[in-house]
């Protein structure tokens, strides 16, 4: 079974792994300059490396859909620059995840694929006119985290970031100015609150709470003020920098039981 997933930053590439370790191919598209921050854990890596493992998984930088296509059917991650999904008819996948996170939708639609799941805010699950995937998956940190939904729409947007270890907002850390991202530090440190993090044309970005720093822009990396650009854990476990999240792991068990729901694989 081919699954096409648009994005490839830390949750999309959680969702891969599921799907990849349960049997599927997995072709995962992104933009030309990745934001994802969680870069140890982001397929999307591989766009500026030219091949990234998550855990144990490996993927690499295709330059169209048929060496996509070829990839995947070998077992690896193939992953595509390609952020309006236009490979996605040459593919024709059994399945369509729109994993962008961008909190809105930004162009799929559920005739893309005979199934087709949209993840996060911004998607309205079903078959009544107006619907734009077959299922959606809830990603708010809490109660209903990773909760399939087929008919409506996950909660929207809060705004605010879930709450690990205390800390919500303060766990974010966000660009002091328009420019090119310069880290000083890099995924893995321990910091402390105060901690000089990074620099944006000259301003500093300093660390907001003591913990491992989780997330952080790649350098030269453009960035404009007040955008998301790394991220603090409090729990301090640096082992956590290179694995799923379990925000990843039970977004990916949504995205795995709605395909196994319309797809009918475990009937007989």
Do not use: W
Not at 182 to 204: F, H, Q, R, S
């Amino acid at each position: 079974m081919l699954v096409v997933i648009r994005g490839a930053g830390d949750l999309a590439s959680g969702i891969a792994v599921r799907l990849h370790r349960s049997g599927a191919d997995v072709v995962m598209l992104d933009v030309a300059v990745p934001t994802a921050v969680r870069r140890t854990v982001s397929f999307s890596e591989a766009i500026r490396l030219g091949e990234a493992t998550v855990e144990d998984v490996h993927g690499v930088l295709c330059a169209d859909a048929d060496e996509a296509a070829r990839v995947a059917a070998t077992g690896t991650i193939a992953v595509l620059v390609d952020p309006d999904g236009a490979s996605i008819a040459c593919l024709r996948p059994e399945c369509v995840v729109d994993a962008i996170i961008a909190k809105r939708n930004l162009g799929t639609t559920r005739d893309m694929a005979p199934v087709v799941i949209g993840v996060g805010p911004g998607f309205r699950a079903g078959m009544a006119a107006g619907c734009d995937c077959h299922a959606a998956i809830e990603t708010k940190r809490g109660h209903y985290l990773g909760r399939v939904i087929y008919d409506g729409s996950p909660i929207p947007n809060t705004g605010v970031p879930g709450n690990i270890g205390g800390y919500a907002r303060e766990r974010v850390l966000h660009a002091p100015a328009d420019g090119a991202f310069e880290p000083v530090l890099k995924i893995g440190d321990v910091v402390k609150k105060g901690d000089l993090v990074a620099t944006v044309a000259g301003e500093p970005l300093l660390a907001t709470i003591p913990g491992v720093l989780r997330g952080l822009l790649q350098e030269g990396c453009p960035v404009t003020r007040g955008m998301k650009s790394g991220d603090i854990d409090p729990r301090c476990a640096p082992g956590h920098c290179n694995t799923c999240s379990d925000k990843a792991r039970a977004i990916g068990g949504g995205v795995l039981e709605a395909l196994l729901h319309f797809s009918h694989r475990l009937e007989g």
